[in-house]
């Protein structure tokens, strides 16, 4: 029986690899480690929690010994590494956590793996590493220019997964996902944050002019194509997952008030977010030659579905926009709004 460590699995990706592979694959073990951040979350994992070949594990990546321990009780032989401090804005306000989750937590991760002699290492990575692309599609061997605390930190972990691949022959595949939606995703990401800041018919705060682009991936075809990486993807090979489904924040945003029948008027254009990429795209060849092919439409089924989703699961995320998320909202956004222009100007 194969025993595969999923870190930062009560996260939004994380939980939906492992609410799916829990019950795909009932001969394998799941061991979640994470350490429950405020975007991790245990009722992300409740359709698996009963499940005998599912055990979670609370701890942080970024301690060796913590680590050491779980790869050697549960006999692990493959860690898929989804644990990241991941949120961009968060990382302009305070970047601390992620240099400590994002690069020290994979060099933890990664000195335990090589102790232990796991089977193979597998890097939950992101499009953002690329910066910034105004035109055309981001392969593989393009070079990394990363623009924020979060896609810097991010660039540095994977850079190290590569470096004990070159150097210790760690088997070790690294996926870079583009911009991800679906159920269970922290209302601190601009789909759930805006569905359910509408719903309470509280204003939008879109960043700049709202022209800025992302490649939207639902999250099961996200976890379908770090599955296919996983089993079939070469060692020491990075590989980009997109949907090719590129839209600006206003259409996405747009999309979002049509699904909810709420008016346009709760936008509001607030001053951009520092450093704000303009442009995500990446070419999806390599992945597409192990099999792998998007199913979901984001302006067809994906992002109506998703945002449904949340206006039916209130008891999900209400609970999860009070306390720390209070905190957050009002140093993110209460200046922005206040200098906001009004809605067509
Ligand atoms: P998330 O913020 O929803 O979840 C992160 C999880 O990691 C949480 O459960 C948290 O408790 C856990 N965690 C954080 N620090 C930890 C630590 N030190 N030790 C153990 N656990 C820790 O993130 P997500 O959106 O599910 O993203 C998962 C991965 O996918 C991340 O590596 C992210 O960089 C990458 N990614 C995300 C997207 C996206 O659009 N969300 C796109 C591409 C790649
Ligand atoms: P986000 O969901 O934070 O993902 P990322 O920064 O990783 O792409 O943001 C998606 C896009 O939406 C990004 O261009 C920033 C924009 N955005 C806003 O305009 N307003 C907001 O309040 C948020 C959270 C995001």
Redesign the pocket.
Known sequence: MKTILVTGGAGFIGSAFVRELVLRQPETNFVVLDRLTYAGNLNNLLAVSDEPNYHFVRGDIADEAVVQQTLATYEVDIVVNFAAE????RSILAPGAFIQTDVVGVYALLEASLAAGIERFVQVS?D?VYGDVAEGYSTEDDAFLPN?P?SASKAGGELLVRAYHVTHGLDCVITRGS?TYGPYQYP????P??TTEAMDGRP?????D?L?V?DWLHVEDHVRGIQTVMERGASGEAYNITAEQLHT?RE?TQLILRTLGRPADLIRH?PD?EG??RR?AMDGRKLHDLGWRPQHVFAGDGCAATVRWYAENEWWWRPLKSGEFKQYYQE??AARLAAAKPPGS
């Open positions: 991941s949120h961009v804005d992101t953002e924020s979060y911009n601190e990401k601009l789909l944050f805006f939008l705060p879109l960043y700049g709202g800025q992302r924040n996405v607030v977010r704000h990429d995500y993110q956004y």
